[in-house]
């Protein structure tokens, strides 16, 4: 640590605030008050809705929970984030920008909810081994012309994923094929990202080796 940010340290560790050439403008607008920090927070919640949402798109399959129902759940992230953000604001020591800090915030939230409610928000039971292979099928948007190349390798997929221990193919199908979120299948198994990464790994090493031996795939293919 620099001779200037431990001094900085020491200062706001007395309960003063650093000088406003030191300070990120978000967190000295937001230390403020008055109009511009209810601007400064009006514009953390638009970009806190905006990385909730970029983020949801990219874990949650749109035919378990889009439109209307993804964006509310993107304002009741930001909702959350902000009020971390804030509780936790005092911490902020400038180490990185500050929007990189929050963004950190809105991220954790999505992986919380989807953890802690996504097989309520599905509305039913989702049978976790019974794969959804049209769905599948459907997000590999291959060419017409690839068509039945497509439906032959879908097919020694089908069987290959068949071949898998039955924990294999309950975490592959329902990550890999039906698109379940991986933080939704932690909390749906009460395991570990990481348990669940390895579980994924060693099924498409498994399936990947069946479909070389069976002349499916090159050994260099992708």
């Given at each position: 640590?620099?001779?200037?940010?431990?001094?900085?340290?020491?200062?706001?560790?007395?309960?003063?605030?650093?000088?406003?050439?030191?300070?990120?403008?978000?967190?000295?607008?937001?230390?403020?008050?008055?109009?511009?920090?209810?601007?400064?927070?009006?514009?953390?919640?638009?970009?806190?809705?905006?990385?909730?949402?970029?983020?949801?798109?990219?874990?949650?399959?749109?035919?378990?929970?889009?439109?209307?129902?993804?964006?509310?759940?993107?304002?009741?992230?930001?909702?959350?984030?902000?009020?971390?953000?804030?509780?936790?604001?005092?911490?902020?020591?400038?180490?990185?920008?500050?929007?990189?800090?929050?963004?950190?915030?809105?991220?954790?939230?999505?992986?919380?909810?989807?953890?802690?409610?996504?097989?309520?928000?599905?509305?039913?039971?989702?049978?976790?081994?019974?794969?959804?292979?049209?769905?599948?099928?459907?997000?590999m948007a291959l060419a017409?012309?690839?068509?039945?190349?497509?439906?032959?390798?879908?097919?020694?997929?089908?069987?290959?994923?068949?071949?898998?221990?039955?924990?294999?193919?309950?975490?592959?199908?329902?990550?890999?094929?039906?698109?379940v979120p991986l933080d939704?299948?932690?909390?749906?198994?009460?395991?570990?990202?990481?348990?669940?990464?390895?579980?994924?790994?060693?099924?498409?090493?498994?399936?990947?080796?069946?479909?070389?031996?069976?002349?499916?795939?090159?050994?260099?293919?992708?």
């Amino acid at each position: 640590m620099t001779q200037k940010r431990r001094m900085l340290a020491a200062v706001d560790d007395l309960g003063a605030l650093p000088s406003e050439r030191d300070v990120d403008p978000w967190v000295a607008s937001l230390r403020s008050v008055g109009p511009a920090r209810d601007d400064r927070l009006r514009a953390l919640h638009d970009l806190l809705v905006r990385v909730a949402s970029r983020e949801l798109s990219r874990r949650l399959s749109a035919s378990y929970l889009g439109g209307q129902d993804r964006d509310d759940l993107a304002h009741e992230v930001a909702a959350d984030a902000m009020v971390a953000i804030l509780k936790k604001l005092p911490e902020f020591r400038g180490e990185s920008r500050f929007t990189t800090w929050a963004y950190k915030f809105a991220v954790l939230e999505v992986s919380n909810k989807l953890g802690r409610s996504y097989w309520t928000w599905v509305g039913r039971t989702v049978a976790l081994d019974t794969a959804d292979w049209a769905q599948f099928e459907d997000r590999m948007a291959l060419a017409p012309e690839k068509s039945a190349e497509a439906r032959e390798l879908a097919d020694a997929l089908r069987s290959a994923v068949g071949n898998l221990t039955p924990r294999q193919r309950e975490v592959f199908v329902a990550i890999v094929v039906n698109g379940v979120p991986l933080d939704a299948m932690v909390a749906k198994l009460g395991t570990s990202r990481n348990a669940l990464y390895k579980v994924v790994f060693d099924a498409r090493r498994k399936i990947r080796a069946e479909l070389v031996a069976n002349g499916h795939l090159n050994p260099v293919d992708e």
